[in-house]
C-alpha cells in the first residue's frame, strides 16, 4: 500500500495506534485493495498493520487519553441545562463523532445552533433525553427517540471522553427506569465494533439489516 492509493493525511489514515480504528469508507477501501490490517481488542476495531503503536506498555493507554472510569467516579444522568450550550457545541461539534450518526455532520455548531438542540432535548413530545454527566461534567448524552416503530435508543459521547466506559455505564442506567415504549431497538454502523458490543452487553441482541438499503445494523431488547 503506498500513500498514492490514499490522499488522505497520514493521521486520517491512521499511522498511529492511537489514531483509532479505521471506519466507513476508509476501512472499506483497505480491505478492498488487501491491505494488511489488524484488529486491536482494546479499541474495538481494525486498524493498519503498520501502525506505530504508541500506547503505554503497562497500561495499554495512550499517555494523552483520559482515565478509564471506576467504581467511584460519579456518573449522573440529568437533563441539559440551558447554561451548558457553550459546552454542548464543543462536544458535538466533532465530524469524526458524526461518522457514527444517521445525518452527515451539518457544518460548524455554534452556540445558537446548542441553544435550539437543548431546548429541544428537553422536549418531551417524541422523545426522552438525559445528559451524561461524569464527575459534574456533562460528556455526552443518551436518548430514546418514540415513534409507530416503538423506542430507539441512540446516544454520544464527546471524542475526548471516548475509551473510558462512559457509554456502557450510562446506557445500562439509562434503560432502568427510562420509560420505554413499544418495542426497544437500536441501530448501529457495522464497523463500529465498540457500539455494537456495548449494546450486546445491556442486552440487546441483533436481528436484522436496515430494510430501507441504508447501511446499519438493528438490534432489538
Same mark, same amino acid.
Given at each position: 500500500?503506498?500513500?498514492?492509493?490514499? +490522499?488522505?493525511?497520514?493521521?486520517?489514515?491512521?499511522?498511529?495506534? +492511537?489514531?483509532? @480504528?479505521? +471506519?466507513?469508507?476508509?476501512?472499506?477501501?483497505?480491505?478492498?485493495?488487501?491491505?494488511?490490517?489488524?484488529?486491536?481488542?482494546?479499541?474495538?476495531?481494525?486498524?493498519?498493520?503498520?501502525?506505530?503503536?504508541?500506547?503505554?506498555?503497562?497500561?495499554?493507554?495512550? @499517555?494523552?487519553? @483520559?482515565?478509564?472510569?471506576?467504581?467511584?467516579?460519579?456518573?449522573?444522568?440529568? @437533563?441539559?441545562?440551558?447554561?451548558?450550550s457553550d459546552l454542548f457545541a464543543t462536544l458535538l461539534d466533532d465530524p469524526r463523532l458524526w461518522e457514527h450518526m444517521p445525518q452527515p455532520y451539518p457544518g460548524q455548531i455554534t452556540r445558537d445552533i446548542a441553544d435550539g438542540l437543548i431546548a429541544l432535548s428537553n422536549d418531551g413530545a417524541f422523545h426522552h433525553v438525559r445528559a451524561?454527566?461524569?464527575?459534574?461534567?456533562?460528556?455526552?448524552?443518551?436518548?430514546?427517540?418514540?415513534?409507530?416503530?416503538? +423506542?430507539?435508543?441512540?446516544?454520544?459521547?464527546?471524542?475526548?471522553?471516548?475509551?473510558?466506559?462512559?457509554?456502557?455505564?450510562?446506557?445500562?442506567?439509562?434503560?432502568?427506569?427510562a420509560p420505554v415504549r413499544g418495542q426497544l431497538h437500536a441501530r448501529v454502523r457495522p464497523e463500529n465494533v465498540a457500539s455494537l458490543r456495548l449494546l450486546e452487553r445491556a442486552g440487546f441482541r441483533r436481528q436484522d439489516a436496515a430494510c430501507d438499503g441504508s447501511d446499519w445494523v438493528i438490534l432489538h431488547r
Open positions: 500500500m503506498t500513500n498514492e492509493v490514499f +490522499s488522505h493525511t497520514d493521521h486520517a489514515v491512521g499511522r498511529l495506534r +492511537s489514531d483509532g @480504528p479505521l +471506519s466507513g469508507r476508509l476501512l472499506a477501501d483497505h480491505f478492498g485493495l488487501g491491505a494488511e490490517l489488524a484488529f486491536d481488542p482494546l479499541q474495538m476495531g481494525w486498524v493498519r498493520a503498520d501502525v506505530s503503536d504508541d500506547f503505554h506498555p503497562q497500561t495499554g493507554l495512550h @499517555p494523552g487519553w @483520559p482515565q478509564p472510569v471506576t467504581s467511584e467516579t460519579r456518573i449522573v444522568l440529568r @437533563p441539559w441545562d440551558s447554561a451548558e451524561i454527566e461524569v464527575d459534574g461534567v456533562a460528556v455526552g448524552q443518551v436518548r430514546l427517540e418514540y415513534s409507530d416503530r416503538g +423506542s430507539e435508543l441512540s446516544y454520544w459521547i464527546g471524542r475526548s471522553h471516548w475509551r473510558r466506559g462512559i457509554a456502557g455505564r450510562a446506557v445500562r442506567r439509562f434503560l432502568e427506569t
